[in-house]
């Protein structure tokens, strides 16, 4: 597309002499004359002199002499626009593919992809477009809405419920039995597991996370919440909107995480605890009681996000520390 | 069922008058007229007054003007066993579903189940009423006992051995090769792992968990022992017999792990290793030496747990304590 | 096979009498008079004495009374060619499976065997004589090289690459979506990820674990580096040659890690890194800065090896340090 229908489609304001059809977006290092870039991480501010790209998506104000900017109020969502307007694909669609095994009872609806090798059980629902990738396994009663992309290999057991363009990366597993054991006895027995797991619209789950379905009561991820690969959400796990749990960040039984929350990775939360909206923990951190509105944690266990980065200055001087201090009661002693 | 009914198979005593029918298990908060609900943790005593059931699952002795009590010895085990009476379906059933690949050798047992898609290699055996779901995958000489449960997506590869009562959940993968790798002037050079994972009775292996066959003798994972999600067991591991082991946790190669033991999230335990029975280690743990016996431990690298415990309570105080010892010192040097 | 053969065939001098036939492998402790054994742990020693094997690969020089030894400058090495020799059966083949879902526009090499159920996409080329193991999936425009193995259960999304004897134990996912959104007024919006990745030669990955596609460019794996489970890589991660990373391990977006580096379990590292070659990393501990080449590294954060080591030595005596500083400032302030 030519530069000028390009900015009208992002809504942003072409900035600089003429009006060249691009084809790509590229790093702003890599960039060529026939592609686009984006700048905002402004540790790459010294590549606008070089760069060779026809344009650069950046925020309103930002020049460089001789090349062409794009303002934009968000410029990394635009970024994320053109991408999709060059070089996404649309997704191959099978209708139903005649290798997949799909339940009499089940209803999809129009233009829905189921590919080869999916089970589709007794019951399920599919709303308009949703995709359901090969070898990928919807368990009987699943409610699949709209617009949704099942990626092979994923498992949703029985009666879980997708909102509205929910993403489900590939072996992500949504349901098994969340891990209660009463213990008696004769060892420990089994609590049959038959909550649900409840997924508003929007989220996106990354490959391979699991999230169990709730003991009696449902696990529930609120609307546009993301969540990335390897994470684990055990049974009765309520999540909030809009928050970010990173990968490999684990979730004990019963907690509740907030709105608008930042978990990086690996972080562990033990259960039965209530995490507040617009929390934000650092990474590998440990949460054992319960985090209020709007407060930034870090450690294992974790304490306020600045005691900890004082905290871990001081460590690596603890040896230092504990020299000077047998040196002060040594003396004391002397002086008796 | 009527509630007499029920306190009887549960083998519990009904207090209270009236005996209406029941229909399903609810949370002390929501429960309503024709639920009966469960308290056992003391947290939720206050809801005793207030709740709606028909019944409550509790310990002798503990009664509520008005309410149904039914005493049990074990109440949470009752409620597991309620759950199981009025609210699990029994699984659907396929005998050899004509989408699932069973080679010719295998042999399947009385009542044996195989869903769509799966794949049951060359002279696998499986019991009697086991239940092989959707695309889960069993490749040669592999054994399964009675009364199993595979889920979807599930792959134990060749000549690995589950007991009776054993429940893979989905994407579980059993007998992936070991991490064995000799260095060498041109490159790591594969080591090829030809023990097997061999799993007793009564275990039960939580969602998208790996555990790694034997390099030369077999991987083992004794009866009863429960293993939540994303667990990483490496090659060797020998775990013993009704021990927990939680969510993310990962063994490293040839580490035993004794009987009875509690192994909280995300704990990390290095190779070649004896961990003793009923140990117990805390979250986020990283172990690096033999256990005891009956010890507990924190920490990472762990220490005794009642160490560790004061100890991360003294390490928010790190900075204060710095300055403290450096006024200490600065007068020291300035009396000479 | 006779002893002096499997000697010649392992590039070693056989040391003692006789020559007998030798069927198998067995650790050191449990090896009979028909099985050969191996030795290069020196906890291992005592063993000599007793062990019943018909022979033992070890180092030059090492010797014990009435014991044969296979001398060799590298034993392990050996010790994986014997098992590859004596225990491991060919993998069975089945030319494409009829139950498998093949594109008319994928390339199959010679003697390439596709197991039931697994799909491959359109436009996929597969080398010769790789396995592609049942349910495994390869979406459109994946590239396989020579003698590559891809397990059950594998998810290898559009356009990756693996070269030449490339292995993917079970349940891997390649090429699932980076985690990328753009936060905006109506919340998340996901950034399309449009690069691939792409795996070199000789390159292993363990059960369960995620290697995310790049952004706009491509997630990189070096030659010979070998991956174990559950770990994560994020967008645009640049891996070297050679390199080990343990279970479990995390690495956050665009970080690069250089060649010959071993990251040991559970260890977090976050974006935009540089890790040169030549790094050793401890188990758990959480990278934020960059690390030059050939250095270790050890705590969350981490500081230098020896550091750590140190700190956390003292670590455990914080209380006691506590209340003998406490006892100084009191001493301190009486004295005015």
Chains 1, 2, 3 share one sequence.
């Not at 002499?65 to 109020?73: A, C, S, T, V």
């Not at 399920?124 to 949704?148: F, K, P």
């Not at 004769?186 to 038959?194: A, D, L």
Request: glycine share 14%; hydrophobic share 40%.
């Amino acid at each position: 597309v030519r530069l000028s229908e390009l900015a009208a489609k992002l809504g942003g304001r072409l900035v600089g002499e003429g009006d060249p059809e691009v084809f790509r977006v590229a790093p702003i290092e890599s960039a060529g004359p026939s592609d686009i870039t984006f700048l905002a991480n402004p540790k790459y501010f010294p590549f606008l002199e070089t760069t060779q790209a026809a344009a650069v998506l950046t925020m309103e104000g930002i020049e460089s002499p001789g090349k062409r900017m794009i303002w934009l109020p968000n410029p990394y969502e635009a970024f994320g626009k053109a991408v999709e307007i060059l070089m996404v694909k649309p997704p191959r669609r099978f209708g139903t593919h005649p290798h997949a095994t799909v339940d009499a009872t089940a209803q999809l609806g129009e233009n829905v992809s189921i590919g080869p090798g999916a089970r589709i059980g007794a019951r399920v629902t599919i709303g308009a477009n949703s995709i359901i990738e090969a070898n990928a396994v919807l368990y009987d009663d699943v409610s699949v809405g709209r617009d949704c992309i099942v990626h092979a290999g994923v498992v949703v057991r029985e009666g879980c419920i997708l909102g509205n363009r929910v993403v489900l990366q590939p072996n992500v597993t949504i349901g098994g039995d969340g891990f209660g054991f009463a213990p008696s006895e004769e060892g420990y027995k089994k609590i049959p597991q038959v909550g649900r797991v409840v997924i508003a619209d929007d989220v996106e789950i990354g490959s391979g996370t699991t999230i169990d379905r709730g003991a009696l009561e449902d696990t529930r991820i609120g609307k546009g919440t993301k969540i990335d690969n390897l994470v684990m959400l055990a049974h009765n796990v309520q999540v909030g909107e809009n928050t970010i749990l990173v990968s490999q960040v684990g979730v004990a039984g019963s907690t509740s995480i907030g709105n608008g929350c930042v978990i990086a990775g690996q972080v562990g939360i033990v259960g039965h605890l209530k995490i507040g909206n617009g929390v934000k923990i650092a990474a590998q951190s440990g949460i054992s009681h319960d985090l209020p509105d709007g407060t930034e944690w870090g450690g294992s266990p974790a304490v306020p996000y600045r005691t900890w980065l004082r905290s871990v200055g001081v460590f690596p001087k603890l040896p230092e520390m504990r020299r000077q201090l047998a040196k002060l009661l040594k003396r004391e002693e002397a002086k008796g």
